[in-house]
């Protein structure tokens, strides 16, 4: 064999337009969804760092709306909220309120930007005083079919306050189905469901925590969320929620689960999303508060990861970061 025979891939990398020329992904300012934590409060200037999440805030809907507005001007098309309200009750009656937090701020969203895609996330957890995502029952078991009313009024009060896509993280079986019913009886039946269709019982949720205090005051998600240990299954849970009427498929978390994305790319057809959730953020943010890595070359190189695995949707806390980026 001579050296004529060896696969010259350098020829393909001698310059940044040459490697431009070949490139088989892009990251791109529509692909990235921006997750939020508005709190409802009755000061108007609420802004709280999220300390396990640098550069993350708790916001009030003034300031939710100030600091959406500036993404906005860099190109972001979309954000997924996440509420934190006033009172919590075992029945997360605030989840599914009309004037409830994340309502309220999807109208006033929807009002200053209505091209923005705007999505919420349907889930009981942070309105729960026990901070599981269904009810309970006295013993202290997450309770599947009585949650799912709870769950499909929680999407339709989003919805009707304007939510663009409504995304239930709650796990519960038979939610997709329940919440596409009660859409299309009410009307919306042109409104997606983005389901968290593959999430995982994951130690990678822990500044969330912080973020959407919504810690379980007992026990923890195993009983409902999936086991990091299986891949096949995820085809499972994918295959009933299509059948349900999801409409994109969500892999959750996101890095740790590239193999996760890649099956379910390659056997359904519909949209892929990952999230990038916020532990993975807190690692590359905090190495590079250290110094111990190039913080935006982590970034940009962890979001082409999902792109390559075959996600066309991103839900980062990194999406102001890259556009900022990608805005040069
Ligand atoms: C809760 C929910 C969680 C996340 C999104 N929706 C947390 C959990 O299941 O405990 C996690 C997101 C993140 O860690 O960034 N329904």
């Not at 696969?7 to 892009?26: C, D, I, P, Y």
């Not at 309502?103 to 923005?116: F, G, H, N, T, V």
């Not at 990952?274 to 943010?285: N, T």
Request: aromatic share 8%; net charge negative.
């Amino acid at each position: 064999m001579s050296f004529l025979d060896f696969h010259r891939g350098r020829r393909l990398r001698t310059s940044a337009s040459m490697r431009e020329l070949v490139r088989e992904n892009e990251v791109r300012p529509q692909d990235l969804m921006m997750p939020y934590f508005v709190v409802e409060t009755d000061d108007k200037d609420f802004r709280k760092p999220i300390g396990s999440m640098p550069g993350q805030h708790q916001l009030s809907m003034k300031q939710l709306k100030k600091r959406v507005g500036e993404a906005v001007a860099m190109g972001m098309k979309s954000c997924i909220l996440f509420g934190i309200p006033a009172e919590k009750d075992p029945e997360g009656s605030q989840a599914y309120a009309d004037e409830g937090i994340v309502q309220e701020s999807i109208r006033m969203l929807k009002d200053a930007y209505p091209d923005l895609i705007v999505a919420a996330d349907t889930c009981l957890c942070e309105f729960t005083s026990h901070g599981h995502c269904g009810l309970l029952s006295p013993s202290g078991e997450v309770l599947n079919d009585p949650t799912l009313d709870l769950l499909a009024q929680t999407a339709l009060s989003q919805v009707r306050a304007g939510a663009d896509i409504v995304a239930p993280s709650d796990m519960m079986d038979g939610r997709v189905a329940a919440i596409r019913d009660t859409l299309d009886e009410a009307g919306f039946v042109n409104t997606p469901i983005m389901s968290y269709a593959v999430k995982y019982a994951s130690a990678f949720y822990g500044p969330f925590r912080e973020a959407a205090e919504n810690s379980p005051t007992s026990g923890d998600r195993k009983s409902y969320q999936m086991d990091p240990a299986n891949r096949r299954e995820a085809l499972r849970e994918a295959e009933a929620d299509i059948a349900e009427g999801a409409d994109i498929l969500m892999v959750k978390p996101g890095l740790p689960y590239l193999d996760v994305i890649r099956s379910l790319r390659e056997n359904f057809d519909a949209p892929v999303a990952a999230y990038q959730v916020s532990g993975e953020y807190s690692m590359i943010k905090a190495a590079a508060q250290n110094g111990w890595m190039d913080g935006d070359a982590v970034m940009m190189e962890s979001l082409i990861s999902f792109k390559r695995a075959g996600a066309e949707l991103i839900l980062t806390y990194f999406t102001e970061d890259a556009l900022r980026l990608l805005n040069g």
